[in-house]
């Protein structure tokens, strides 16, 4: 991958007039939402953001390249007194979000908290490490199943190996009370989210952004419970 703070030799020969340019192709109306969430009068903010915001151009918008997933292994050796060990997977992006929901249903299972099975066979059974997780990551074209763990440097080959056990096994079978649990832990959140005025204006942006309408929580909470463990073990 890239670094995303970017190269030094690249970043020393960037000028005034090159984040100009950046700026006025980018920062345009048509790569902009505006969301406000909270008790607020729609006129009022409407009639704010025109005084704000109509003298922007409209722009043409920016596209991007598509990625391309490509495995691979690099180490780097430091003086520390754990081994980190990340594992990636390519995943759907949040367009598919079918098989959005059903990674991050998986994520939850396999490694989002102290119930999941990664925390309780690596670390509880096993002690192999005191850290132990999996997280996912979407963007627009695609998306990155993330496994993260740290362990004493003489036992990361066996760190290594029991997390391929467990990728194995949870591809064999996900079982009633996981799926449940995994599925009642994301609608907590969701509904946790639900009462903080930020979390919502950035839902609602995305959403328009995105889509170009907005998914209720009622709505993501109803497919997010359609899921079968079929659906995430296929």
Known sequence: GRPIIG???LIEKFTRSNFLEYTEKNYVAKNMTLSVAGRVNHQEVAEFAENIFSSLNIGEGSGYDESEYIGGEYFKEKDLEQTSILIG????SYLNQKEYYHAQILSVIFGGGLSSRLFQRIREDLGL???IGSSYHALSDTGLFII???CDHNRSEELIANIKNEI?????E???DELQRAKSQIEA??????????SKSEEIGKNFSVFKQYFDSQGIISEINKTTSGDLTK
């Open 7 to 9: 190269k030094r030799e």
């Open 89 to 92: 997977f390519c995943g759907p």
């Open 129 to 131: 490490a005191y850290h």
């Open 148 to 150: 993260g763990s740290a």
């Open 168 to 172: 194995v096994d949870i591809q064999a």
């Open 174 to 176: 996900i079982t009633e």
């Open 189 to 198: 959140s969701i509904y946790m989210a639900d009462e903080r005025p930020e």
